[in-house]
């Protein structure tokens, strides 16, 4: 897909299921813009736009047990 290239109709709700797969797949925002070369804002407008609800912000920020010093918890 070329960036900036207008996406409308079913072609666009054909894009929107495919993000939409990949966000609730647990793919970020950025992950998925880049992959299908778009922008962040493209894919999170289209995904507003389908109805997805979003997860916070930040992602995963919990630490695996490997990266825990030794005795923490």
Known sequence: MSKGKWITGTERQELADDLKRE?????????IAEAHGRSYGFVHRVLTEAGVPLRPRGGDVRTRPSDRPAGSR
């Open 23 to 31: 966000y609730e797949q647990g793919r970020s925002i950025r992950a």
